[in-house]
């Protein structure tokens, strides 16, 4: 496959990502790190030549080691934010991203081992709507207690 699809335009970022959507027992997956004070989804950015779907399966793999087959397309997020990691720190974003419920087999144990794109080891964490830490998508508070059959268009400007 190819680089990651994140594109530097007019002093900002294009990135285009996938999230995975692993709920068990009223609980959902999300991901960590030691630099930062919150938690994202299980995912990533899709790479050059990789469809979303392809995208979303390999991060689930990487993530947590374990093959999972998606179950359906829930969200599709416009998000424009400012970046806080070394390279894009203070930088506009304008992140595209396609939200896969998974389908989590009964047996599922995940293990981390992957790191963030400046070596940050990661951790999985499971949460609820109600969890008191913050996470992102924030959407995920009160969309995740209700999920729909459809798939949902959210925008979000945080500029």
Not at 16 to 24: E, F, S, W
Not at 116 to 133: G, H, M, P, R
Request: aromatic share 14%; hydrophobic share 35%; with cysteine.
């Amino acid at each position: 496959m190819g680089s990651d699809c994140m594109v530097a335009i007019d002093g900002g970022f294009l990135n285009v990502r996938v999230g995975a959507i692993i709920m068990k027992d009223h609980e959902f997956l999300m991901v960590g790190n030691e630099r930062q004070d919150y938690l994202y989804s299980v995912g990533g950015r899709v790479k050059f030549g990789e469809t979303a779907e392809e995208a979303v399966i390999r991060e689930v793999y990487e993530e947590t080691g374990v093959k999972m087959e998606i179950d359906r397309l829930g969200f599709i997020h416009e998000n424009f934010f400012y970046g806080d990691d070394s390279i894009r720190k203070n930088k506009l974003i304008y992140e595209i991203s396609f939200y896969f419920y998974m389908k989590v087999p009964d047996d599922f144990e995940p293990k981390c081992e992957s790191v963030t794109a400046d070596n940050c080891k990661e951790k999985l964490v499971w949460v609820t709507t109600d969890s008191k830490i913050q996470y992102y998508p924030a959407f995920f508070r009160t969309e995740l207690k209700h999920p729909c059959d459809g798939v949902k268009h959210i925008v979000v400007d945080e500029r």
